[in-house]
């Protein structure tokens, strides 16, 4: 049943009381596993989405749930504080009604994976109406999001400081950090992914020579040797062996068309502002993008992994 009625203290600025009632839009993969997270760390969540059955989803799991954007401005008590973990194309609708909301001395955070200098924008439309804003880099995925992140801040850090207590119960231990000033956090992120592409592509090609060549090596074994004591252990490789060991070796059922986000783009496209040769991103992101007409073995095993850190679809 939608939350009403009285208003909900808002955070204490304490290191000895660090339970926090958190306003929180958007209930995705990501969002629901992280309102779950936040709830199990003793915060008091009130959750909202536009889409009905995931606002159903969560209020199964005996969430509050409200049932419009205007509710959080009666129910909590300043100063608010508001998570926001949307698609990027979504971010400035969802802000522009918040602001009209929302009162001087609350606090908006973005965990999506905004372009930086939207969030250098948006935090300078915050500060005009003296209202506070982070935009927050998270990796890790659905998983990560329930069970320990990684998260890259940026914004005000006297805000930073006051939140703190909050990024330390989503993260893993030293999981999060203070990057700098507003846009650096999702601008570090934006790198992360254009490295993460680059690393796919590679274990990807390297895979796809293991396959094609006459020892017939059982790959998800390869894969587990790779991530036990080698230079290239990693979670990448881990969900690699876990991909193999889901969709079989030849992944059959596997899509060899690889979907792709902003954040590769923005990564190439700010690399050649900034006028620094990234020719390994760049091709893993030329890669995606062709593989919609050429979709091949590589790319399966490229939407496997996806699949694995991620819950992205494999068709």
Request: with cysteine.
């Amino acid at each position: 049943m939608a939350s009403r009625g009285r208003k909900l203290a808002g955070f204490h600025n304490s290191k000895f009381n660090t339970r926090m009632k958190i306003g929180y839009i958007g209930l995705g993969k990501m969002g629901y596993q992280m309102v779950l997270r936040l709830r199990e760390k003793g915060h008091e969540v009130a959750a909202f989405d536009v889409n009905k059955d995931l606002r159903t989803r969560i209020e199964k799991e005996k969430v509050p749930v409200i049932a419009s954007l205007e509710a959080f401005g009666e129910i909590l008590s300043s100063p608010r504080v508001l998570w926001i973990m949307v698609p990027h194309m979504a971010v400035d609708e969802v802000l522009e009604k918040l602001v009209e909301i929302l009162s001087a001395g609350d606090i908006v955070i973005d965990g999506g994976n905004s372009f930086y200098k939207d969030s250098i924008r948006r935090a300078e439309m915050f500060e005009a109406r003296d209202m506070h804003f982070l935009d927050v880099g998270v990796s890790g995925g659905p998983k990560g999001a329930r069970d320990g992140a990684c998260m890259m801040v940026g914004g005000e850090k006297e805000i930073f400081d006051r939140l703190e207590p909050l990024f330390g119960d989503l993260t893993v231990f030293q999981g999060y950090g203070y990057i700098g000033k507003a846009g650096a956090g999702h601008f570090a992120k934006m790198i992360h992914n254009g490295i993460e592409y680059g690393m796919m592509q590679s274990l990807a090609e390297g895979f796809a020579v293991l396959k094609k060549s006459s020892f017939e090596l059982d790959l998800a074994r390869v894969a587990e040797l790779y991530n036990h004591g080698s230079v290239i252990a990693s979670r990448l490789v881990g969900w690699l062996k876990s991909g193999y060991e889901q969709y079989g070796q030849d992944l059959e059922s596997v899509s060899g068309t690889v979907g792709h986000t902003g954040e590769g783009e923005w990564t190439v496209k700010t690399a050649k502002k900034f006028k620094i040769h990234a020719p390994v991103i760049k091709g893993a992101l030329n890669f995606r993008v062709k593989s919609k007409r050429n979709p091949s073995y590589i790319g399966r095993i490229l939407s496997a992994l996806r699949n694995q850190f991620g819950g992205h679809s494999i068709k």
